[in-house]
T-cell receptor
Framework: QQQVKQSPQSLIVQKGGISIINCAYE??????FPWYQQFPGKGPALLIA?????SEKKEGRFTISFNKSAKQFSLHIMDSQPGDSATYFC????????????FGKGTKLTVNP | NAGVTQTPKFQVLKTGQSMTLQCAQD?????MSWYRQDPGMGLRLIHY???????DQGEVPNGYNVSRSTTEDFPLRLLSAAPSQTSVYFC???????????FGDGTRLSIL
C-alpha cells in the first residue's frame, strides 16, 4: 500500500555539500507534503512542509521543491553539516481524509566532517 | 512543556502476553495517532483518533486496539503479543487535519 516512494535509501555527503532526497507519489489526491527529521532514539520532528499550490518553499538551509505535474517533491539541504546527520521522511496527507498521513520509507543521511 | 509522552520507553514481552502502551499529550490536540516503525519500512499508521470517543483503523490495525476516552490520552493495547509485533511504536498528536504532527520519543517493544 506504499503510495509515497522515497529515494535514496541512504546518502553520504561531505560537509558543505548539498543533500538531495526525492519523493514521488501515486495518488493525486494529496494536499499536504511534510518532511520529518529523526535522530537516533527520538521521534520524528517536523522539518518543513509544503502545499501543492506552491512550487518551492525555503526555510534556512532547507528547501522543498514541488512538481505537481510529475507528482514529485524533493528536499534540498544546502551547506550540509554533520549535525544534519539523521533519517529523513517525506510524507503526504490525503485530501479529504481525516489523518491518514502516508510516509516514505526514509533516507538515512550521513554528513562527513 | 512535555508535549507527547510515551510510556514505557522499553518493554520485553513473551508471546501471548497482553500489554498497553500509554500515550499522553498536554497540547489539547484533537488528533492522535499510533505508528509502528520497522527497519526499511518507514512509519506505518496503526490507529488514529480525531477526537474523544472517535477512533479509526490505519494501515496495519490487526492485533491492536485503541480507545480515546479523553482528549489527553490515547492508549494502544496489544491483545496477544506476537513476535511480528516487535517494533518501535510512536504516538503523535496534531491540532487538526493537515497540521504538523508532534511525536513522542517512542516505545521499543520486543516480543520473544
Amino acid at each position: 500500500q506504499q503510495q509515497v516512494k522515497q529515494s535514496p535509501q541512504s546518502l553520504i555527503v561531505q560537509k558543505g555539500g548539498i543533500s538531495i532526497i526525492n519523493c514521488a507519489y501515486e495518488n493525486t489526491a494529496f494536499d499536504y507534503f511534510p518532511w520529518y527529521q529523526q535522530f537516533p532514539g527520538k521521534g520524528p520532528a517536523l522539518l518543513i512542509a509544503i502545499r501543492p499550490d506552491v512550487s518551492e518553499k525555503k526555510e534556512g538551509r532547507f528547501t522543498i521543491s514541488f512538481n505537481k505535474s510529475a507528482k514529485q517533491f524533493s528536499l534540498h539541504i544546502m551547506d550540509s553539516q554533520p549535525g544534519d546527520s539523521a533519517t529523513y521522511f517525506c510524507a503526504a496527507h490525503p485530501r479529504g481524509g481525516s489523518e491518514k498521513l502516508v510516509f516514505g520509507k526514509g533516507t538515512k543521511l550521513t554528513v562527513n566532517p | 512543556n512535555a508535549g507527547v509522552t510515551q510510556t514505557p520507553k522499553f518493554q520485553v514481552l513473551k508471546t501471548g502476553q497482553s500489554m498497553t502502551l500509554q500515550c499522553a499529550q498536554d497540547m489539547n490536540h484533537e488528533y492522535m495517532s499510533w505508528y509502528r516503525q520497522d527497519p526499511g519500512m518507514g512509519l506505518r499508521l496503526i490507529h488514529y483518533s480525531v477526537g474523544a470517543g472517535i477512533t479509526d483503523q490505519g494501515e496495519v490495525p490487526n492485533g491492536y486496539n485503541v480507545s480515546r476516552s479523553t482528549t489527553e490520552d490515547f492508549p494502544l493495547r496489544l491483545l496477544s503479543a506476537a513476535p511480528s509485533q516487535t517494533s518501535v511504536y510512536f504516538c503523535a498528536s496534531s491540532p487538526g487535519r493537515g497540521q504538523p504532527q508532534h511525536f513522542g520519543d517512542g516505545t521499543r517493544l520486543s516480543i520473544l
